[in-house]
């Protein structure tokens, strides 16, 4: 089976811009998690998506949303980039089945704001 | 204080030695904790994943967990070059949804 799929694999914004970073999680998992991990830090909690809904966010600014579409697809969109958004943004899939706290990562995007 | 918190290393182990890797939380009401292996630019990968207090083996990996004292360890038996990597230890957060809390990860080293 495909594991998480992520696009684009890298990007390279200027500073106020605006980003769409995309998610496919693994079949038949409903839940896509979104996390930020900056060099020689572990993954920071940005959001998670069930069943199209909002279950819980970290501490981002509101230049940070997302959505899930009913495919289970979601997107991460970013306004007004900032230096300090460069980092690899990592979405992660799960199932609510009985293993569903596991959460498995997409290969990143790793995005670069000049 | 951090809520996970690891050393950050490097950990440097000989081929074929016990690595044991350390972590403590601060929340009392996590239940579910996990072991990641971060090779250097790549994403995390999940290597296990534990829930009751005691022992949990798979392979070369062993997982401990040990909620009174609120700390869970990861031990790779007969330790491979291949195992080198950053290895992040993660929390469930107690409070309904699915966030990991991470520790910034400790660097191993396995030298021949």
């Known amino acids: 089976d495909a594991g998480v799929t992520q696009s684009p694999t890298h990007l390279i914004k200027t500073r106020g811009q605006h980003v769409t970073l995309r998610c496919s999680p693994i079949?038949?998992?409903?839940?896509v998690s979104w996390y930020q991990q900056v060099l020689g830090q572990g993954p920071q909690f940005i959001f998670q998506?069930?069943?199209?809904?909002?279950?819980g966010r970290g501490n981002f600014p509101d230049r940070f949303s997302a959505r899930q579409f009913p495919n289970y697809s979601s997107e991460l969109n970013v306004n007004a980039l900032l230096l300090g958004d460069s980092a690899l943004y990592l979405c992660a899939s799960s199932s609510p089945e009985p293993r569903g706290y596991e959460q498995y990562f997409g290969p990143g995007t790793r995005l670069t704001v000049t | 204080q951090k809520e996970v918190e690891q050393n950050s290393g490097p950990l440097s182990v000989p081929e074929g030695a016990i690595a044991s890797l350390n972590c403590t939380y601060s929340?009392?009401?996590?239940?579910?904790f996990f072991w990641y292996r971060q090779y250097s630019g790549k994403s995390p990968e999940l290597i296990m994943s534990?829930?009751?207090?005691g022992d949990k083996e798979d392979g070369r990996f062993t997982a401990q967990l040990n909620k009174a004292s609120q700390y869970v360890s990861l031990l790779i038996r007969d330790s491979q070059p291949s195992d080198s990597a950053t290895y992040l230890c993660?929390?469930?957060?107690?409070?309904?949804?699915?966030?990991?809390?991470f520790g910034a990860g400790t660097r191993l080293a396995v030298h021949p």
């Open positions: 993660a929390v469930l957060f107690s409070g309904g949804y699915n966030k990991l809390i």
């Open positions: 534990i829930y009751s207090n």
């Open positions: 929340d009392r009401g996590s239940q579910s």
């Open positions: 998506y069930y069943e199209k809904e909002e279950r």
């Open positions: 079949s038949g998992h409903k839940s």
